[in-house]
């Protein structure tokens, strides 16, 4: 069996949908930000720059306050994060910032059948 990883859709912190923004910077703090990306770009996400912290980072004030300040800089893109990451990084401030969370699915194949 092999679990395939993608992003089913993209949320507000809350769990709202909507429609998902056209531009976005990354932030994650996983294994393998590259397949993030990836599967942020499946959407039809463009993605402009992508902050790139190793695998169960714990993110600081300091972290967080100079992301804040990158992305005040480019107010056309939203900050798109996974769920992991999001739990770290909800109790600093990201007001005026278009926050998204990756709500990704496992979808499992194996021998040829979906289940």
Not at 8 to 35: E, F, N, Q
Not at 71 to 86: H, L, V, Y
């Amino acid at each position: 069996v092999h679990g395939l990883r993608r992003v089913t859709r993209l949320v507000a912190p809350g769990g709202t949908g909507g429609p998902g923004p056209a531009r976005a910077w990354l932030v994650s703090g996983i294994a393998r930000p590259d397949a993030f990306a990836k599967s942020v770009q499946a959407v039809g996400v463009e993605v402009l720059a992508h902050a790139v912290f190793r695998d169960h980072h714990v993110y600081t004030p300091d972290d967080a306050r100079a992301l804040a300040a990158r992305f005040r800089q480019a107010p056309e893109a939203a900050m798109i994060t996974t769920e992991k990451d999001w739990v770290k990084l909800q109790r600093f401030d990201w007001g005026g910032i278009d926050v998204r969370i990756a709500r990704l699915d496992v979808e499992w194949v194996g021998d040829g059948v979906r289940v």
